[in-house]
């Protein structure tokens, strides 16, 4: 039987992207034959698939995708940060983010969509993992859309252009000059990327988290041993950094470190020729959310099996 070389898997995987233990087996199923090789990984297609469904991915690409007055996001997952380098998978989570443009990025709707392939979205997923040799999930997807004006975008460290780790979409209602309002919109792209902020308006601020924060804060301020009119203010008064913190319009502006997201977005008016309006705002950092079992390292698992 001939030796299945480290090089033989490597050049397996070179040609069919394929997981490097699909590769070995292969090539021990077809004793050293890369034709044979490849055949018998194509035959093996959607129970490839199936075998990976269970282990943890986590890694993989967030997608952005830009059209006249909206804009979409899709955050597609893999097991290590080696598929977000290849080709076919930077193409999936390109053409998914744009189909996500066209429908209501419902995630059972996008998931039958057509993929150009001729397969759904889901199908050509699961051929993808066949292929690549890694568990694969459409994890999360999200559109925004205007009346006037625009959707900007931004990947922050950006991959391949609109593939990243984080990704941002800004919606600006405006009758005021595009361009300038695309240039707007990156810039409080760029703040929600860095800022983090978890709500748009201190009404829409999770009704749990705050009441959580509010205990927290009533119990502190008691500690100071104050009279209840005292504490009270001073509740409000820390009430009001919470909101600074974790609301988009309620932040300063990491741009020039000292104006409020609101009042720069009212300045702007100015510049663009008419009112602008901040509507909304989605933030997806890859992985973010997803536990990963400890001492669960894929990577190792791969190198250890091509030996």
């Not at 925004?144 to 931004?154: E, F, I, R």
Request: charged fraction near 25%.
């Amino acid at each position: 039987m001939a030796e299945i070389t480290a090089s033989l898997v490597k050049d397996l995987r070179e040609k069919t992207g394929a997981g490097m233990m699909d590769c070995k087996n292969a090539l021990t199923a077809s004793e050293g034959d890369v034709e044979a090789a490849i055949d018998w990984l194509r035959k093996k297609g959607l129970a490839a698939a199936a075998k990976k469904s269970g282990r943890v991915a986590a890694e993989g690409l967030v997608g952005v995708a830009a059209g006249t007055r909206e804009g979409a996001i899709v955050e597609i997952n893999a097991e290590t940060d080696f598929v977000a380098r290849n080709d076919q998978f930077q193409a999936y989570v390109h053409s998914v983010a744009k189909l996500a443009l066209t429908s209501s990025a419902d995630m059972e709707s996008l998931k039958q969509m057509p993929y150009p392939s001729g397969r759904s979205v889901a199908e050509e997923l699961t051929h993808l993992i066949a292929t690549i040799g890694e568990n694969m999930t459409l994890r999360r997807a999200a559109k925004l859309s205007v009346n006037h004006g625009v959707v900007a975008t931004y990947i922050h460290n950006a991959l391949t252009p609109g593939l990243g780790r984080i990704g941002v979409l800004v919606a600006l209602e405006s009758t005021g000059d595009t361009d300038k309002l695309t240039a707007l919109g990156r810039q409080i792209a760029m703040h929600v990327a860095a800022a983090k902020p978890d709500a748009l308006r201190i009404e829409d601020v999770d009704q749990a988290a705050l009441n959580r924060e509010r205990s927290i804060l009533v119990d502190q301020a008691k500690a100071s041993g104050k009279p209840d009119a005292i504490i009270e203010k001073m509740v409000d008064g820390r009430l009001r950094k919470y909101y600074e913190e974790v609301v988009l319009l309620e932040q300063v502006f990491v741009v020039d470190g000292e104006t409020k997201v609101s009042k720069v977005v009212d300045n702007a008016a100015k510049d663009v020729g008419a009112p602008v309006a901040l509507t909304g705002f989605v933030r997806f950092a890859l992985g973010e959310g997803i536990e990963k079992p400890e001492g669960d390292d894929f990577a190792a698992e791969v190198a250890k099996m091509a030996h």
